[in-house]
């Protein structure tokens, strides 16, 4: 599965953005996927993850309330509209596929990362 991010860009502290995330050809209505994010000199962190069915989400600590995924499968994307946006959230934001038990925020269970998109958040 290839992935491919969008939706960044430059944007206000307590402005909002929405990333979207798709594939060509194959559904991802068989996957549990997720969001990280990746800031200059940091590792990639977990940021949000959705089952299959979108019924069933968990986030990271410093998103909570503010970020939300959801999917449309019949458009086969997973989403993350981001609110509140703050000076911190400034990254390249990915989209992968979970592979790993649920619950997890390991990069390591995710797969198919696909091309990031650069959200900036200004103060």
């Known amino acids: 599965v290839q992935l491919q991010a969008s939706g960044g860009g430059l944007v206000q502290a307590g402005g909002s953005l929405r990333l979207s995330c798709g594939t060509s050809?194959?559904?991802?209505?068989?996957?549990?996927m997720g969001w990280f994010r990746q800031a200059p000199g940091k590792a990639r962190e977990f940021v949000a993850a959705?089952?299959?069915?979108?019924?069933?989400?968990y986030y990271e600590d410093s998103v909570k309330g503010r970020f939300t995924i959801s999917r449309d499968n019949a458009k086969n994307t997973v989403n993350l509209q981001m609110d509140s946006l703050k000076p911190e959230d400034t990254a390249v934001y990915y989209c992968?596929?979970?592979?790993?038990?649920?619950?997890?925020?390991?990069?390591?269970?995710?797969?198919?990362w696909g091309q990031g998109t650069l959200v900036t958040v200004s103060s």
């Open positions: 959705i089952n299959w069915s979108g019924r069933n989400t």
């Open positions: 992968a596929v979970l592979v790993g038990d649920w619950g997890t925020d390991r990069t390591s269970d995710f797969a198919s």
């Open positions: 050809g194959r559904t991802l209505i068989l996957y549990g």
